[in-house]
């Protein structure tokens, strides 16, 4: 695919802000287990960075779900692809995400995850476009906010390419 891709955040700001990000959430979450979900498929990247910045007791989950189909627009409906293997009543919950866009997404997993009882429940995403936002959805932990540009790298695609970017990326010519 031949798509016009000029550098938004290069790898050395990512990394600087996941180290960041890594100490804000140890201050957080040292002494307590932490369940770690990583919603997939885009924060594949990110979450495996920030896990190895977190110091206390970590484990992961996985939990899939679409919304863009595809496209370069939020469909507007999240379905769930994956759920989780563990349940989370009663521990400390952390949802990792790539990129808040419209909220959507991270209003549904908050919903979802809020109804299985978990002790705590906070949210990180590296990336969040506050212009595009259509529903409110409370995010604990940023990366970086970036304008209503559409993006890829670091686990962002565009369909289903340019997860291996190691930068973030904004797209210039899709129609
Ligand atoms: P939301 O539900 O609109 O907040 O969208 C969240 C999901 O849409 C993210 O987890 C991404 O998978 C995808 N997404 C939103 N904006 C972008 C983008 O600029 N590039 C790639 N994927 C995006």
């Given at each position: 695919?031949?798509?016009?891709?000029?550098?938004?955040?290069?790898?050395?700001e990512?990394?600087?802000?996941?180290?960041?990000?890594g100490?804000e959430l140890?201050?957080?979450?040292?002494?307590?287990?932490?369940?770690?979900?990583?919603v997939l498929k885009?924060?594949?990247?990110f979450y495996?960075?920030?896990i190895?910045?977190?110091?206390?007791d970590?484990?992961?989950?996985?939990?899939?779900?679409?919304?863009?189909h595809?496209?370069?627009?939020?469909?507007?409906?999240?379905k769930?692809?994956?759920?989780?293997?563990?349940?989370?009543?009663?521990?400390?919950?952390?949802?990792?995400?790539?990129?808040?866009d419209?909220?959507?997404?991270m209003?549904y997993?908050?919903?979802?995850?809020?109804?299985?009882?978990?002790?705590?429940?906070?949210t990180?995403?590296?990336?969040h476009?506050?212009?595009?936002?259509k529903?409110?959805c409370?995010i604990?932990?940023?990366?970086f906010?970036?304008?209503?540009?559409?993006v890829?790298?670091?686990?962002l695609?565009?369909?289903?390419?340019?997860r291996?970017?190691?930068y973030i990326?904004?797209?210039s010519?899709?129609?």
């Amino acid at each position: 695919m031949n798509l016009s891709i000029s550098k938004m955040i290069s790898e050395d700001e990512i990394q600087t802000r996941v180290k960041a990000l890594g100490e804000e959430l140890t201050a957080k979450f040292k002494g307590k287990d932490l369940l770690a979900i990583c919603v997939l498929k885009g924060s594949i990247v990110f979450y495996s960075d920030l896990i190895r910045e977190i110091d206390t007791d970590l484990s992961c989950d996985f939990l899939g779900v679409s919304s863009y189909h595809g496209k370069t627009q939020s469909s507007g409906e999240v379905k769930l692809t994956l759920d989780l293997n563990t349940p989370i009543d009663g521990r400390h919950v952390l949802i990792v995400e790539d990129i808040v866009d419209t909220g959507l997404t991270m209003a549904y997993l908050q919903k979802s995850l809020l109804a299985r009882s978990p002790a705590s429940l906070s949210t990180v995403t590296l990336l969040h476009k506050p212009d595009a936002k259509k529903v409110e959805c409370e995010i604990d932990y940023i990366g970086f906010e970036i304008p209503n540009d559409f993006v890829v790298g670091y686990g962002l695609d565009y369909q289903g390419l340019y997860r291996n970017l190691p930068y973030i990326g904004q797209v210039s010519n899709l129609n």
